[in-house]
């Protein structure tokens, strides 16, 4: 029979040093050098989530906002997820134009998806299952901001704006 062990701080503390484990990986055709974290941790996908909500509410206040303006705001998300599971070069603080300019960077160079390609498959699918789940409000937020626009656009619009107005 196995030797039960006590929960306690001491335990917690070697449970802690399993879970904060980070390994290195290349990428890039010259091989950039960047170390990753190999287990994600719930709290840290919910800090993406709300730093992106952040981000929502901070394009929710520009008087104009574009289908442009929210397709890059989503493309941010893989961006946090960057800045947060790795120690790749992304800024941090939350100034949207020079976020979207590195998302791009990113996306466009091919180093956003082969960044990401190397966690394992478990830790991608608990990354996307625990954003899916957080990601619904933040894409109602996107919609309202979306509808707000088109009554602007058109103000004799009169279908949504008691939405708006109310919730």
């Not at 989530?49 to 890059?72: A, H």
């Not at 509808?147 to 279908?159: A, S």
Request: net charge neutral; hydrophobic share 35%; proline share 2%.
């Amino acid at each position: 029979m196995n030797k039960s062990k006590k929960l306690n701080l001491t335990e917690l503390k070697k449970l802690e040093k399993k879970i904060n484990k980070r390994k290195k990986v290349y990428v890039g055709e010259e091989k950039y050098e960047i170390m990753i974290d190999e287990f994600i941790k719930d709290t840290d996908i919910d800090e993406i989530v709300m730093e992106l909500n952040e981000l929502i509410d901070d394009l929710r206040k520009k008087e104009k906002v574009t289908n442009t303006d929210i397709k890059n705001i989503c493309s941010l998300h893989p961006l946090l997820m960057i800045r947060k599971f790795t120690d790749a070069s992304v800024p941090e603080g939350n100034d949207i134009e020079k976020l979207i300019n590195v998302s791009n960077l990113y996306i466009n160079t091919g180093l956003t998806f082969e960044i990401l390609s190397h966690f394992s498959d478990e830790q991608v699918k608990k990354m996307n299952d625990r954003s899916t789940e957080l990601m619904k409000e933040t894409g109602k937020k996107l919609g309202e901001i979306a509808l707000q626009q088109e009554i602007k656009k058109n103000p004799n619009l009169n279908i949504g704006r008691s939405m708006i107005n109310n919730g």
